[in-house]
């Protein structure tokens, strides 16, 4: 039997390498090219080139635009010295206290105005302390509501933004502050059982629109026992002399009030009215602190309270009056009297902030003079015959009417000055013009009135801060970012 060899189960003996041969020479070009990519060891890597290293300026270029960036903004910051910066002045003696003191005429329909301000400066190295009052239409620098009276501080930002223009003002930080009101006030002099003063003259003065109900001030001259409603009479009291020769009335009251103050009769009992009056009065002045003061009282007056007011000059602006102040002067003396010196930072910041106070003012500036009270011979032979007469200052009612306003709409909303305008209209007022103003000027609506007339505004249908100045018959509203159109 022939046995039969099958050929796929014969072993192959041909070698690998003879069958890569074969297989080499009898593939395709671009399949033998394939096969050699696959099989082939990888070529050698090239030569590595050698590169020349370089110094990375990014990093020293992104520095020095972050230094040029922070120097600018230094540079901007302080360029512009009516910008309400923090003091230069520290208290070289540490427990120097300047107390702001404010008088405030408060409304239930308004934010109240600010009648009176001053700085009280206790120095107790020394044992001293001092006063000095603003006048309330001293020209400063108010925070976003550029330059203004500084009474319209309180109405623009209550006592924080007040006490913040009076540190820019004098470049010193104020401790504490005190915010006294009509009935506060009258509540402290009754307190201590009133106060002796020597009225300098016939003082009588009605105004039936003031006070939410009338003010009737009908003192006397000589010297009287002044009670607390009385008192603020007197401390009110307006006449020729204007705002200046209320504040000397109302230094002259302090001393008076001192006096009485220590007492042997009062000054036992100081602590317990200090007590019972914290509530009448709004501060930030721990009572504990308040109480130390006002041991120290007998040693003050006998060194001495020293009472001042910020130098300047009367001016008129737009028919508006202002007191320009004397900076130079204001800063040197509220330095002595917390018995420091002025640093040459803080006499570079005087010198710059001077410069940009004249730069501030206007054109149409007009200087005046104080006008004081100077009564003819005649005048005071009549006096003095009958000091009993009251020689009454009449005060015509003022009517809508006699008052002309013009409207500045500076709120950006369209169409918000015929709006006001047509609101005043119906109360009465006649429209001088609607005018287009700076959108960024004003953050608050505000009407300006003479003092006399403030009265004619109250009551309107939309936020708005009311305050005096301007001539008679003639009113400013100024809408703010504030103002929202009525329905």
């Known amino acids: 039997m022939e046995n039969k060899i099958d050929d796929t189960n014969k072993h192959d003996t041909t070698s690998d390498n003879d069958k890569n041969d074969i297989d080499t020479l009898n593939t395709p070009d671009w399949l033998s090219r394939e096969w050699r990519e696959k099989n082939d060891p990888p070529p050698p890597p090239p030569p590595k080139k050698i590169y020349k290293k370089k110094k990375n300026y990014n990093r020293l270029i992104a520095l020095i635009i972050i230094l040029l960036l922070v120097l600018v903004g230094f540079v901007f910051a302080n360029s512009d010295s009516s910008s309400d910066n923090p003091p230069t002045i520290t208290a070289e003696q540490t427990n120097v206290l300047n107390i702001m003191i404010m008088g405030v005429d408060r409304r239930a329909d308004d934010v109240g105005r600010s009648d009176t301000l001053m700085v009280l400066t206790y120095n107790p190295n020394e044992q001293k302390a001092s006063l000095l009052s603003l006048p309330r239409d001293t020209r400063v620098h108010i925070e976003k509501n550029d330059y203004d009276k500084i009474n319209h501080a309180y109405a623009y930002g209550g006592h924080e933004l007040t006490q913040k223009v009076v540190e820019s003002f004098l470049n010193v930080p104020i401790n504490y502050y005190v915010l006294i009101d009509i009935q506060a006030f009258e509540k402290i002099i009754d307190a201590v059982g009133g106060v002796d003063i020597d009225v300098e003259k016939r003082m009588y003065y009605e105004d039936p629109w003031d006070d939410n109900g009338g003010l009737v001030i009908d003192l006397q001259p000589g010297l009287q026992h002044l009670n607390g409603k009385t008192a603020i009479q007197y401390v009110r009291y307006r006449d020729g002399e204007g705002d200046i020769g209320r504040i000397n009335r109302q230094q002259k009251f302090m001393k008076a009030f001192l006096a009485q103050a220590i007492s042997p009769s009062i000054l036992p009992k100081l602590p317990d009215i200090l007590s019972n ?211």
């Not at 709006?419 to 700076?438: H, P, Q």
């Open 277 to 487: 009056i914290s509530s009448a009065i709004q501060t930030n002045m721990p009572l504990s602190e308040m109480i130390a003061l006002v041991s120290n009282l007998p040693t003050i007056q006998q060194n001495g309270l020293s009472s001042s007011m910020v130098s300047g000059q009367p001016a008129y602006i737009e028919d508006i009056s202002y007191w320009i102040p004397d900076i130079a002067k204001t800063r040197n003396l509220i330095a002595q009297n917390m018995g420091i010196t002025l640093n040459e930072t803080a006499q570079k910041d005087t010198e710059s902030t001077i410069k940009a106070y004249e730069k501030s003012l206007p054109k149409g500036l007009k200087m005046g003079d104080i006008t004081t009270e100077t009564p003819s011979s005649e005048e005071k032979s009549s006096t003095q015959e009958d000091n009993t007469a009251p020689a009454k200052e009449k005060v015509e009612p003022v009517k809508n009417e006699d008052i002309t306003v013009l409207v500045i709409n500076s709120s950006g909303i369209n169409g918000a000055g015929a709006e006001v305008a047509d609101i005043l209209k119906r109360k009465g007022f006649k429209i001088s013009s609607v005018e287009t103003g700076n959108t960024s000027s004003r953050e608050h609506t505000t009407i300006t009135a003479n003092e006399h007339e403030t009265d004619c505004f109250y009551g309107m249908p939309f936020t708005c801060t009311i305050m005096s100045g301007g001539s008679s018959g003639q009113a400013t509203v100024n809408i703010g970012l504030d103002y929202q159109k009525q329905n």
